[in-house]
């Protein structure tokens, strides 16, 4: 079963504009979130995190918001920039465990 | 090294052959992941090592799939009679322990079985 879902595989946004990844997860105990960045042909990289005692956490132009209640988090990039276009995997995991990733969601960003 | 290397870089091998894919993780970092990324797919976990502990394997497909870590470093991820529904893209992560979450990812073994 699929712990983690994004059912975007893709997003088109224009630059300067807020791109919005959305992430759903069925564990409650999962108790830590994070968002990966992937280009072609390299590795994942690390982005941004949220622990399940917050509800946001801001890093620059991102932001993750995690809603526990419904089982959802979201990452916003404002404002989007070429750059940005990649991979996003959003990410969770139960207290000492492995990481647990989504399907992944192709984010492209056109000047 | 600086980062989390992976070799080879590109593997392509006859379907029932064994193949071995390799992962240097960062130096001191204890905890050790394979995760594969098949075409259109997420990434999938296959294998956790955590210092001395014994390993995660929950997430191997098969008994045809089996990992190593001599000495808490170097792995090895070894496929045998390889099949062409192995293909994709093995991805080794390391990270300083089992609760640090900001994995350092190398840049993964393309796998193709003809």
């Known amino acids: 079963d699929q712990q983690v879902k994004q059912n975007s595989p893709s997003l088109s946004v224009q630059e300067g504009r807020i791109s919005i990844l959305n992430c759903d997860y069925t564990n409650s105990m999962f108790d830590y979130f994070l968002w990966y960045k992937k280009y072609p042909a390299e590795g994942p990289t690390f982005l941004i995190s949220?622990?399940?005692?917050?509800d946001k956490n801001e890093d620059g132009r991102f932001t993750v918001f995690l809603n526990k209640s419904a089982k959802h988090l979201s990452l916003h990039i404002v404002p989007s920039q070429p750059g940005d276009s990649a991979v996003y995997f959003c990410?969770?995991?139960?207290?000492?465990?492995?990481?647990?990733f989504g399907q992944g969601t192709e984010l492209s960003v056109k000047p | 090294g600086a980062g989390v290397s992976q070799s080879p870089s590109n593997k392509v091998t006859e379907k029932g052959k064994d193949v071995e894919l390799r992962c240097d993780p960062i130096s001191g970092h204890t905890a050790l992941y394979w995760y594969r990324q098949s075409l259109g797919q997420g990434l999938e976990f296959l294998i956790y090592?955590?210092?001395?502990?014994?390993?995660?394997k929950s997430g191997l497909p098969s008994d045809r799939f089996s990992a190593e870590r001599t000495g808490g470093s170097v792995s090895t991820l070894t496929i045998q009679r390889t099949q062409q529904e192995d293909s994709a893209v093995y991805l080794c992560?390391?990270?300083?322990?089992?609760?640090?979450?900001?994995?350092?990812f190398g840049s993964g073994t393309r796998l193709t079985v003809v």
């Open positions: 990410a969770a995991s139960v207290p000492g465990g492995k990481l647990i």
């Open positions: 090592f955590q210092g001395n502990s014994a390993p995660d």
């Open positions: 992560a390391s990270s300083l322990s089992g609760y640090d979450y900001g994995y350092t």
């Open positions: 949220i622990s399940s005692i917050k």
